[in-house]
């Protein structure tokens, strides 16, 4: 139960951060990736936290009827998907190596 709220309270950081800066995605998957115990787990983790923000991106760029454009420039929305994902599921997956190597799960 711990480790859930470790979890949900790395997103919201993570989403509260990245609505300002795109250093969020950084800090976000970071703080996912310390919630979790499993480099395994640490890596959906990353990736599950940057599906989010990036649909959370196009919430907001729909709510602002901006969506239309965005998706009208071919390779742009999937270059901003792909970055969101590697970039959160990188710095999710970086505290996995410093810690022990005891404690490493896959």
Request: no cysteine; net charge positive; hydrophobic share 60%.
């Amino acid at each position: 139960m711990r480790d859930e709220i470790k979890l949900l309270a790395g997103f919201i950081i993570g989403l509260a951060v990245s609505y300002f800066h795109w250093v969020g995605l950084i800090i976000g998957g970071f703080a996912v990736g310390v919630a979790t115990r499993s480099l395994r787990v640490a890596l959906v983790s990353g990736v599950i936290f940057g599906t989010v923000v990036w649909l959370a991106f196009v919430a907001m760029l729909s709510a602002n009827g901006m969506a239309d454009k965005f998706f009208a420039m071919s390779p742009l929305q999937y270059v901003s998907l792909l970055l969101t994902v590697i970039a959160t599921t990188i710095s999710a997956s970086i505290t996995n190596f410093f810690s022990s190597p005891s404690q490493h799960k896959m």
